[in-house]
Every structure is written in structure tokens, then in C-alpha cells.
């Protein structure tokens, strides 16, 4: 499918599809000279109206809009409109547009013209071909006029190089007649008059060369009041004085109308050189080359953490599209981030003005005067201007052109909202480099036989953090000490130092590069900034932002998103924030310099009770009958379900580890309430190997702190996380000593939980002696306290378990039943689970599989809601070793497929039967 706007507006297919209404071709040219861009209603509504739209306009532009689609549906190529936000897009997918194929071909020619002038002649005569008239030749919108109008100036500009072309090829005999039409049909435009005078002269039609001279000159003179331009007077003088015009190559000139003392000069060429080293961003320079495909020349802010290789790209990028801006290629330093004060937009504008050959003597002072001074000479020119290091949008908003035909790069360490709002302008963002992008980088920077050592390169590239400006400064000063090895340069970043290690003689180096983003905050983002460095979390969140500073949390969630802005911190999912590494170890030095060790450790506290709380509210809301941290308090956080405290918990852990052994030496209680309190957690969640570790830390902490609960409640833990990993002697000893302390404190309720849960682990392992007495035990001391259904539930369950284990199978049914019946209707589904799930194998045992399914089925429902992998996998594995006994086959490799997956995450013993039963289920 085809879409035309160089002419009237159309769709073709075939034959040229229907379009009724004049408003539906406006839209649709609306959406053509955006395609592939939102359109705001707004926008549409302008297009449609222009002024004073009904107060319908909204609902009739979804009219229009229902009738395109309905116009496209089935079509070959698929063109859609999609809604998006408050506005819609034109996806062209397949279909063709002829202004892109116009403005390509152009491009392509441009790009072989002084190489292949004859293949560059043919491509533009193809462009040219696509035109049936004037743009949008049926449309009237006075919004869409300028557009057309642009259209229209780059056909002509496109016509008067293609006929220029043919007469350096010496074709003057076969277009003469051809200039001399252009000329007549627009009798004030400058270029075809002087290539049509050249064309005759070289015809040896002198006298009507001299003649068409004087009636050009006639013409300009009547409806201006101004003469010639010096390129034309020139040739003029040349035809008088007989010069031989075969010789004469005419002068390659700007389409525009522009001061003659400007075209006596060359166009500016101002981009710093490209490095010979440039590689990766392969995804960004596809993105910045989309940019191009249109009528609008791109405005593009490139933006990023510091050191990401922004003006790099910029100015690489630059060089590859130069040729499509024959007009000029202009470079701002605006200073952005220097030590000194950045460059107003006031210099920038006499800097660029001075450029573009406007005498210093004339230029206005006023900043508004010289703003549009500025759009004044860069219209209708094709300009490349790259705007290097800007500070915000107040020192970029003045230096934009208003032509449609000059490209805008800019370079900030921030993004530019105001520019994407106002301008339309395009942000595109750098983030350090992948791993292969890395190892390329440093491989070119080492051409000797260090840099095919890629294992060590890329743990090289890990140090640096992918970070452009950190890499290159690493490889640069390897290349320069040639005898220092890979494993050298290793040691030296993975020490404290590492930033020293990142700079050469004559270049400030990383830090310096890091220090210009940091002080361009204000003081208590800074502050902030640093803090957040100190703390010992892998991400953060407002909340946690908020403890670390002291802050209220509208303020802090206002600060993490300013430092995102800047690129100083990572926006993460889920409103979480991070840190570069190298950003962080910059800004734990700034902390140490500025704040000292008394202030890093009154935030430490904040932060570590901060989440002490945290964890003693999900806790809470998981095992509400084991309080850790306080057991009389009433926690000042909370959790309205146990499935939002398990997720709280899943996102915070790795950050609550750091933070108890960051508590180990200076807080120990703390350290071992933050271990203890992830208990409900870990028996359905997390690597129980790292765990562990954490526990031995924490242990000893207890120990140092000579806190029997502690100690208590972290043996508790050890145990649990021994016997999910099958080490059935380690968690033993451990539940023991658990019960031992409990006892001595008087924690009898504490201890009969403890007896509860190691009875299961004895009946796990078969262990039917051990775990008669444990049972008989619990049993001596459970009429001392109050009635607690859940716990005397798990006891009765446990001896139901003992019956069945020893093939009693009538005398297991009471416990097990009686059990079922205190857990009813108390909301205690993890016990009542488990109860099912006994009473399913019970059945199973007795041969009454009907029974024994509904049991299994009833235990699946009431862990279809709870996010408890261990509890899922039980279930799971028990209805699929049913299934593969009683089929179907299918639904039983589903549940034990289920089981090995949620039991994997866990590093649980159940993995091993769920994966023999599959195996035992054969291929699907």
C-alpha cells in the first residue's frame, strides 16, 4: 500500500482507495507528515479547524480517525493507527510513504554526488518523479501550510542540484530549455536564473544569456528593489568580457536567498575531529539514524551518567550525517558542567551568529533580539548544529533554530524535559557500555597480545563498570605502560583506590568528571546524594531515602528523582533507585571528606532501624505468634496481607542481609533482630546456603551481646535452613539448643513451637523414635499454657504422622481429624495445608483414592493464594505423586513440574522427588 503527499493526498492500492471528506484527507495528512510520531488531539483538532474548532472537534477527529482505520483494515502492509495517551499514531509498517522515499533518494544522491555525479543525476531524477504537484494539493490548513511549504522548497532544492549536476556532466544542450521554464516559474529565486545563463552561454547563446540577465535583473529590481547577488553580477561580467563558458563550472551555492558577503564565504565546518576509536552504541546510532527519515531535520539531546561517551557520539554521529547539511556544520562549547560559569545563551548566540558570517559590529544585544536574529539568517538553510554539555533547558531553548531544515544535537547530563515538551525534540539516553561493547573498546585501545586475554579483559571491563570514560582511561594508560599485565591493572582497581588508578598525566580523570556533575546540585541534594552512598543497600526506595537523611518522604522522593534526572542515580522497576558503582565509590569519598565518621554512622542507625522496623511488621503479618524484635511493642509499620509483607521482604532482602552484618560490629542486637525477623521468609523463600552465613554472623553477634532470645531465635533459623538442606544431624543440634534456651527463659510457648517443627523434621527423616519423644515432650508442658489451636493442631497433626509413618492407620485418623477441626475457620491455611495434605496420604494408604484426592485438592486451594514457595511445592509434589499413580498422566507432570521449580528456588530436598517422578512419567 502506497501513501502520497507530493501532490494531492492519497492511499493507493491497486487502484487509489476512497477517501470521503475533506476532513479525513487533512487528517490523514496530518498523520503522514508524522508517521510513525504521536499526534496529539490537539494537533489534530488545529489541523482540522485551525481556529475556533465546535465543541465536537474531539469526538469528530475519533470520527475521522474510525474511517481511516476502517479505510486501511485488510490492507497489504497493514498501515495502523494506534491510540497512545492523548494521542494517536500513524504505523506504517508496510506501506510506503512518498515524501520518505523523496527525501531518501535525495540523501543517497547527495551522499555519491562527487563521486558518481552521473548515478547521483539519476537518483534525483527519481525524486523528482514522485512529484504530481504542490504538497498536500488538496488540503487547506493553514497549520499544515508551512509544512507543504517546506515540502515544495526541497523539491526545487532537490531540482536546481539535479539540472546543476547535469551541467557539470556538460549536459547544457538537453536542460537549457528546462532552466529556462524553472527560472520563468519562479522569476524571484536566484539559482535557476544563474544555471540558466550558464546553460546558454555554454549553448553559445551568449546575446540571450546577456538578455535574460537584464530581464532577471529587471524583474528583482521592480518587486525588491535589490540587485543581483555577487555570484550572478560575476557571471554577468564574465558573459561581457567573452570569457569561454565551457570552461566555468558554476559555483556550488546555497538554495537560499542570503547576504552576498555570506557567500563569499565557506560554509563553517566547526565539529571537533572524530576518534579513529569510536565503537559499540550500534542501538543509539540506529535510533539517532531513524531521526533523519522525514521532513524534519532531528532535534536530539543525547543524555547520561557522566563519562557515558555523550559528545563522543555526538560528534561521531555528526560527522557520518554531515553531508546532508551542506549549509554549515557549527559547534557550541556551552560549558555546562565546568568548574567556571556556563555560557549564557546570549554568548552562545553572538558565537553562532559570528559563525555564520553576521559582522560583530550589527549583532543585537538584546537576548531576544538576538534569538531571532538567529532564526532570521538560519532560515531555509540546512545547518548541523551540535549545542556540547548543556546545563538545562533555559540555556538551549534560545539557540534553536526555527527552520525545519537544521538538525539540532545536544549533549547534557540530564535529560531536557522542556525541550521534549516544546519543541518536540527527542531524548536519547546513555547508559554504560554492554560487556562486549566494553571488551571491544579496551581490545582496541590494547593492539599487542594483552588484548586477547578476554576473560581478563572483561573482568577489566567489570572494574570499569562499562563505563566509557573509565575504560579508555584504563586502557590508554595500560597501552602506555607496556610491561603491566592484565592481572596487575586488575589488582590495582579491585583495591581502594580504584578512581586514582582512572586518570593520565594532562587529563583530570574520572573523578574530575564525576565532581563537575556533583557540584552542579544544590547543598541538600548533595547531601542526600552522599548519604545514600554510605548505606549498605544493592537498591533503595523513597522510604529508605527518607530514613538515610532524615527526611520527610515527599522531599526525598523529590531528590531521587532530580539525581535520576541527572543521571547521578539509576530509575529502576518498581520505584527503586541504584547507584553506578563508580558514582558510588565517588560519593562514599565525598561522604568520608565532607561529613566524617560520626555522621556515617548516625545514618547508619537511621537506616537500621529504619528497617528494623520493616522487618518486625512483615514478620508480624507472617508469623504473628513469634514476635523477634519486641515482642510487647506494637510495631509502628505494618502489612495488611501476608502476600504484600512476603513481597516487602522479597524486594528488601538482599538489603537486609548487608544491613545486619553492617550492624555485626557496632549494633549486634540489631544485627541479630534483622537475621531472626526473616524467618517466615525464608521457610518459603530465599538460598538457605547464604543464609546461613548470615546466621553464624548473627549468632556470634548474639553471643557478644549475651542475648539468650537471640541466640534463641537465630539457632531456630540455623535449624530451619539445615533441614531444607537435608543436614539432618546440624539442624537437630540446633533445634535443640533452640528448646534449651526457650526452656531456661521461660519461653515455654516458644519452645513448644520449636518441638512442633522438629518433630516434623524427625518424622521427615524417618526418625519415628526421635520423634515419638519430642512429641511426648511438647505434649508435658502443653497444658501449662493457654489454649493456642495452631500450635496443639501441629502437635496432633505430627502424632497422626507418627501413626500413619508406623502403619496404625485407624489410630492416625482422630489426631489427624481433630486436628482439622481446631484449624477450621481461624484462618490458619499454612497449618490446615499441611493437615490436608496428612490426611490425603492417610487415605492414599488406606487405598480410598477418591478420598485421598479430595484432601490433595483441598490442600491446593488453600495454597493457591498464599506466596509460599515451600508450601506450594508440598502440595504440588503430593498431588502429582498421586496423579502418577491414578492418572491422569498429563495433570501429574503439570503439578510435579511445578513442585521441582518452586522447590529449586528454595534448594529444597523436594526437588530431587519432584524430577524422579517426572523421570518416572517419561516424555510428554
Known sequence: MEFRILGSVEAVEDDRIELRGRRTRTALAAFLLDAERVVPISQLVDALWDESPPPTST???????????????????????????????LSLDGATLDSREFLALAGQARSVAEAEPARAVELMRRALELW????????????????????????????????????????????????????AAHPLRERPAELAMTALGRCGRRAEALSFYQGFRAHLVDEMGIDPGSRMQALHQSLLRGDDPSSARPAAAPVRQTPASSRLTPPPAELPADISTFTGRAAELATLDRLLVGPHAPVVNINGIAGSGKTTLAVHWAHGIASRFPDGLLHVNLRGHDPGPALDATAALSQLLRSLGVPPAVLPTHPDELAGRFRTVTASRRLLILLDDASDDAQILPLLPGSPGCAV???????????SARTDGTQVTLGPFDSTESVNLLRLLLPDERGRDEDRLRRLSELCGGLPVAL????????????????????????????DHMRLPGDPGVRATFDASYRAQPMWLRGLWRSLAIAPLDTFTVEAAAALADLDEPDARSGLEQLAATHLLEALENGRYGFHELLRIYAAERHEEEDGPAMAQLTIDRLLDWMAVGVDAAHRRLRPEHPVIDPERTPAGSFEHAKQALEWLDAEAVNIARCARQAAEHRPRRCWQLAAGMHGWLAVRGNRREWIALYRVALDAARRSGDLRGQRLIHHGLAVAHSSLDQYAKARTSFRVAISLATATGQSHDAL????????????????????QTVAEALRILPTGPRRPQLEATLLRHQGELHLRAGRFEAALAPLHQARTLLTGIGADLCRSYVEIALGQLHEAREEPHLARRHYLQALRLVHTRNDNRLIASARLRMGAFLAKHGPAEEAREHLMIAAEKSRLLDDTQTAEAQRLLASLGRP
Open 409 to 419: 544535537i545536544i549533549t547534557s547530563r540530564g535529560d531536557l524535559p522542556a525541550l
Open 132 to 183: 504530481r504537484g504542490r504538497a498536500l494539493a488538496d488540503v487547506s490548513s493553514p497549520s499544515l501550510a508551512h509544512r507543504a511549504t517546506y515540502l515544495d522548497e526541497q523539491r526545487l532544492v532537490v531540482w536546481e542540484e539535479c539540472l546543476e549536476l547535469e551541467l557539470q556532466l556538460g549536459r547544457h544542450e538537453s536542460v537549457v530549455s528546462e532552466l529556462i521554464a524553472l527560472s
Open 59 to 89: 469526538r469528530q477527529v475519533q470520527h475521522c480517525i474510525s474511517v481511516l482505520r476502517q479505510a486501511f483494515k485488510g490492507r497489504r502492509g497493514q498501515p495502523r493507527i494506534l491510540t497512545e495517551g492523548t494521542g494517536y499514531r
Open 472 to 499: 579508555r582511561l584504563t586502557g590508554e594508560r595500560l597501552r602506555r605502560r607496556s610491561k603491566v599485565s592484565l592481572e596487575t591493572a586488575i589488582q590495582e582497581l579491585t583495591g581502594p583506590d580504584r578512581l
Open 753 to 772: 513451637w520449636t518441638y512442633a517443627i522438629l518433630t516434623g523434621l524427625e518424622l521427615e527423616h524417618e526418625r519415628y523414635d526421635d520423634a515419638a
